[in-house]
């Protein structure tokens, strides 16, 4: 179980699916205020504008089995099954407006790594031309190439205390000989 709880923590650190996780609340969040918009905003006026064209209520919706209200001719559209063409003209712009503003996202990221990638090639260009010139040593080239691609050169290590430094192996088999020895003295 704690394999399956290490594997976990390690697929869900990595930056890949943080990345993706915050693309989905911030999507979900642009699809929550966009359905709103559309749902309590545009198709009211969508209605409308379809009833008013001068053929009323049959031009919003389509009526396929009418329910009236009692003792009236008037269509009780709670209880009626009708196609509401509004809703669908909504859904479409809903799905418009959703997809542009993630193509506008994907476009400013997309965008922004390119400005990035441009930065980090002027940079290395810059480096090569210093070594040529003499300007700088190789070891000093590579160590700002590195930077440049943001990739870190590893800590130096530290000296293990002697106290804490594992003996070699045979070091062990020296030390297991001597105590052999002492104890077949002893003996």
């Not at 003499?134 to 700002?144: D, H, L, N, V």
């Not at 003996?167 to 000989?177: N, W």
Request: glycine share 8%; charged share 25%.
């Amino acid at each position: 179980m704690k394999k399956f709880f290490k594997e976990f923590k390690e697929f869900i650190t990595r930056g890949n699916v943080l990345d993706m996780a915050v693309g989905v609340i911030v999507g979900g969040a642009f699809t929550a205020i966009i359905t709103a918009l559309t749902g309590q905003i545009l198709q009211p006026l969508i209605n409308w504008l379809l009833a008013g064209t001068g053929a009323g209520l049959e031009a919003a919706v389509t009526i396929l089995k009418p329910a009236y209200v009692e003792g009236t001719d008037v269509i009780d559209l709670a209880n009626s099954i009708y196609i509401n063409w509004g809703a669908f003209i909504t859904a479409v712009i809903n799905f418009i407006l959703v997809a542009l503003i993630l193509f506008c996202i994907v476009k400013a990221i997309n965008s922004v790594r390119a400005g990035g990638k441009k930065l980090a090639d002027k940079q290395k260009k810059a480096i090569e031309k210093k070594l040529k010139k003499g300007e700088i040593s190789e070891e000093e080239a590579a160590k700002a190439l590195a930077e440049a691609e943001g990739v870190a050169e590893p800590a130096p290590a530290e000296p293990v205390p002697a106290e804490l430094a594992k003996p070699t192996t045979e070091e062990l088999l020296a030390e297991i000989r001597d105590l052999l020895k002492a104890q077949k003295s002893n003996d």
